[in-house]
T-cell receptor
Framework: GNSVTQMEGPVTLSEEAFLTINCTYT??????LFWYVQYPGEGLQLLLK?????DKGSNKGFEATYRKETTSFHLEKGSVQVSDSAVYFC????????????FGTGTSLTVIP | NAGVMQNPRHLVRRRGQEARLRCSPM?????VYWYRQLPEEGLKFMVY????????ESGMPKERFSAEFPKEGPSILRIQQVVRGDSAAYFC?????????????FGPGTRLTVL
């Protein structure tokens, strides 16, 4: 079946530090992969996505590359800011299984000045 | 273009009461998904609907929970005879088509508290 395994948090970094949040997946077909961000008390917002192997999604300084050989979609940012503090969710969608999203458990990031 | 609307944002119910959660998808979107987020957990799929049809309800509890998406009006998630374990954030998402590469657009959620 489909599933997403995400690096557990919480993660605390100093401002301008490098960020990596690991995400690996299992899928029955050829999934699309997503990173969503959730700020306190709000819904999820799409951060970036990749729809096929070797695609790189990027947005607001965040990047993730769809690696089929390692079934991974790790999120990276070179220099985090206090405003990046949020919960980050890795997710996949697979049309073979009805288009529902499968989410990881989320990784809480706190960036301190 | 307004985003996905959900109401109420917060809902408090006593055990045994009914909870009704509403979701209006983005304009032009005919695919609606409901997810539940328990404290400290990720989102779990509940149900996928198109107008007047339930496409996939594999994530819905077999009892007390139902969903609809009528021809006119918002999608409704109904929980009958709520119990404390139903306390969670319920998110609605919509998409313009069933293609898996389409992102789903999420509403702000309804936070249900059962006393």
């Amino acid at each position: 079946g489909n599933s997403v395994t995400q690096m557990e948090g919480p993660v605390t970094l100093s401002e301008e530090a490098f960020l990596t949040i690991n995400c690996t997946y299992t899928a029955t077909g050829y999934p699309s992969l997503f990173w969503y961000v959730q700020y306190p008390g709000e819904g999820l917002q799409l951060l970036l996505k990749a729809t096929k192997a070797d695609d790189k999604g990027s947005n607001k300084g965040f990047e993730a590359t769809y690696r089929k050989e390692t079934t991974s979609f790790h999120l990276e940012k070179g220099s985090v800011q206090v405003s990046d503090s949020a919960v980050y969710f890795c997710a996949l969608s697979d049309q073979n299984t009805g288009n529902q999203f499968y989410f990881g458990t989320g990784t809480s990031l706190t960036v301190i000045p | 273009n307004a985003g996905v609307m959900q109401n109420p944002r917060h809902l408090v119910r006593r055990r045994g009461q009914e909870a009704r959660l509403r979701c209006s998808p983005m304009k032009g979107h005919s695919h609606v998904y409901w997810y539940r987020q328990l404290p400290e957990e990720g989102l779990k799929f509940m149900v996928y609907l198109q107008k007047e049809n339930i496409i996939d309800e594999s994530g819905m509890p077999k009892e007390r929970f139902s969903a609809e998406f009528p021809k006119e009006g918002p999608s409704i998630l109904r929980i009958q005879q709520v119990v404390r374990g139903d306390s969670a954030a319920y998110f609605c998402a919509s998409s313009p088509s069933k293609q898996s590469y389409n992102e789903q657009f999420f509403g702000p959620g309804t936070r249900l508290t059962v006393l």
